[in-house]
C-alpha cells in the first residue's frame, strides 16, 4: 500500500520521481513509467515528491491557477502505478527564496536518491535558477543518475496542465480525458441543496467541490457517478441556474434511472461527454422539458459506447 508523508525527514535509498503532478496527465505519466522501470530494475523503491500548494499560490496568489487534481485525487492516481511513496513538501516563500543548491543539498539529505527523475521543464530553486540540466550535471556529485523525460505531444500540441485547464474551460471534455489519459473528475461529498431537481421530478444528488478545483465551462454533461466501487450513468449541471438563480455555482447530477440515497457520501463525477451549454428557460416547464431531453441524450451516449 502507498504511503503518503507530508514534509518527509528522510526515505530509504529510492527511485526519485520529481513534479507538481496536476492533474496526472500523460506528460506526468511518462515520468511515472520511467520510475516504474527504474524502480523494478533496481529493486529500489518508487518515491513521488511533490508541492502543496501549487507554488503560484505562494509567488503570485492572483494568477494561482485553479487545480486540475486535489492531493487526494493526486494520490489515488499515484497509486495505480505503483507509486511506493507519495511525498508532500509545503511550498513557502521561505522555500521559494532557497538557492537551488541548498534545494539541492536538502532533496539529496531527505531521499538519498539513487535516481531521479524529471520532466524536460523541470525548475527549482529561487527564481527558478535550478533546471533539469543543473540536476543532472549535479549528479555526478551526489552520487544519482538522472533521467530527463522530454514533452509528450499529442492532439497536434504539447500536454500540459495548463492546455488542459483552457480545454476544460471550452467545456472540451472529450480532448481533456485523451490529454489526461483518464476522465476528468470532481469529487465531494452530497449535500443537502434545495431540492430544486426533486421538484422537477429530478432529483439531484448536489455535490460539494473543493475550493481551487476547476471546473467545466457552465453546462451539462454526461458522467459516471461513483459511489464506492458502483457506477452509473448520469446527467451533471455545472453552473448557476439561470432559470431558477440561487447565486452560487453548484455541481448537480442526476442518475439515469436509479433512486439512490446519497446524501452524506462521498462520490466522484467523472466528466465524460458535452451535452450542451448552460441557459436560462421561459418557465420552469420549458426547464423541465429539457433536463428530459437531457436524460435522453445521455442515455442515448451511454448506450453509444456500451
Not at 533521467?147 to 504539447?158: D, K, R, T
Not at 474551460?169 to 476522465?183: F, I, K, P, Q, W
Not at 442526476?254 to 418557465?283: M, P, T, W
Amino acid at each position: 500500500m502507498m504511503k503518503i508523508l507530508r514534509n518527509p525527514e528522510s526515505t530509504r535509498p529510492c527511485v526519485l520521481v520529481l513534479g507538481m503532478f496536476d492533474g496526472v496527465h500523460r506528460g506526468h505519466q511518462k515520468l511515472l513509467m520511467k520510475g516504474v522501470e527504474l524502480s523494478e530494475e533496481h529493486r529500489l523503491p518508487l518515491v513521488v515528491c511533490t508541492f502543496d500548494p501549487h507554488p503560484l499560490k505562494v509567488l503570485r496568489p492572483e494568477i494561482a491557477p485553479p487545480l486540475l487534481t486535489t492531493l487526494t485525487e493526486r494520490a489515488q492516481i499515484m497509486a495505480t502505478f505503483g507509486v511506493d511513496c507519495f511525498c508532500i513538501n509545503r511550498f513557502t516563500r521561505e522555500v521559494a527564496d532557497q538557492h537551488y543548491e541548498e534545494d539541492l543539498a536538502d532533496l539529496v539529505r531527505t531521499y538519498q536518491p539513487q535516481y531521479v527523475v524529471c520532466g524536460y521543464n523541470f525548475t527549482f530553486g529561487k527564481g527558478g535558477e535550478g533546471d533539469a540540466d543543473v540536476l543532472e550535471a549535479s549528479g555526478m556529485v551526489y552520487g544519482y543518475e538522472t533521467h530527463i523525460v522530454p514533452e509528450v505531444v499529442l492532439e497536434g500540441g504539447a500536454v500540459s496542465s495548463t492546455r488542459i485547464r483552457a480545454l476544460l474551460s471550452e467545456g472540451d471534455v472529450r480532448t481533456v480525458n485523451r490529454l489526461l489519459g483518464h476522465a476528468y473528475t470532481l469529487s465531494g461529498r452530497v449535500v443537502d441543496g434545495k431540492h430544486i431537481g426533486r421538484t422537477l421530478g429530478f432529483p439531484t444528488a448536489n455535490v460539494d467541490i473543493p475550493r481551487g478545483k476547476a471546473l467545466p465551462a457552465y453546462g451539462v454533461y454526461a458522467c459516471w457517478l461513483q459511489d464506492g466501487t458502483r457506477s452509473y450513468p448520469a446527467v451533471v449541471n455545472v453552473g448557476r441556474h439561470p432559470t431558477l438563480p440561487e447565486g452560487s455555482v453548484t455541481v448537480e447530477a442526476y442518475v439515469l434511472d436509479a433512486d439512490l440515497q446519497l446524501y452524506g457520501r462521498k462520490v466522484r463525477l467523472q466528466l465524460l461527454h458535452y451535452l450542451r451549454s448552460e441557459q436560462r428557460f421561459e418557465s420552469v416547464d420549458a426547464l423541465r422539458e429539457r433536463i428530459a431531453a437531457d436524460a435522453q441524450e445521455c442515455r442515448e451516449y451511454f448506450a453509444s459506447i456500451q
